[in-house]
């Protein structure tokens, strides 16, 4: 019995005003990525692609652990892209052989009254075939459930990315700024 499972979350984060633009910052795939997964579960595959292992989920009777590769990209205006391009599901084989995941998400800068937010949404998709000894349970509890499991794994990412991003991107414009400043020659010298 095949079934899909679907969950949306959109976020709005004002940016606080820095001296180096969220444009620029927006420009480094590998910046969000952190931002929306620690570290230590990441794995840079290329210029644009990442592994991320995802912390173990409990669906009814079973565990599982989806890793997914992304591809992750930016436009000139600092708008980020992200695709899952493939998907492992470890802990149970029967799942993996069977599993489908899709997400989409797109993130970017707006200005409105001279304040600039970053607006995004992320869309999440998964389609499974369930082993026997779920077919029993009711196909409408298997939704709910299936769909509150995606949902709660978009919210966390989304507080995750609404905290850490902005924490990131503050860190990265004050060395950045550091950086401008330490390459300007010295007009006037503090010495005799």
């Known amino acids: 019995?095949?079934?899909?499972?679907?969950?949306?979350?959109?976020?709005?984060?004002?940016?606080?005003?820095?001296?180096?633009?969220?444009?620029?910052?927006?420009?480094?795939?590998?910046?969000?990525v952190n931002a929306l997964v620690d570290g230590s579960r990441t794995e840079q595959l290329s210029d644009e692609c990442f592994r991320l292992k995802m912390r173990p989920l409990e669906f009814m009777m079973l565990r599982i652990q989806p890793t997914v590769d992304m591809r992750v990209w930016a436009q000139s205006d600092g708008t980020i892209n992200l695709e899952s391009v493939a998907c492992e599901i470890r802990g149970v084989g029967y799942i993996n052989d069977r599993f489908a995941l899709n997400l989409k998400g797109r993130l970017s800068p707006h200005q409105s009254c001279g304040t600039t937010y970053l607006k995004g949404k992320a869309d999440l998709e998964v389609r499974v075939e369930l082993p026997p000894p779920l077919w029993l349970t009711p196909k409408p509890i298997l939704e709910a459930t299936g769909n509150s499991l995606l949902k709660s794994v978009l919210v966390s990412v989304k507080q995750r990315l609404m905290y850490q991003l902005l924490l990131d991107y503050r860190r990265w414009a004050g060395n950045e700024t550091d950086l401008l400043l330490s390459d300007r020659p010295q007009i006037l010298s503090l010495e005799g």
């Open 1 to 32: 019995m095949y079934i899909r499972f679907n969950a949306s979350q959109s976020v709005e984060i004002a940016v606080p005003e820095e001296r180096v633009p969220i444009q620029h910052y927006l420009r480094q795939p590998r910046r969000l």
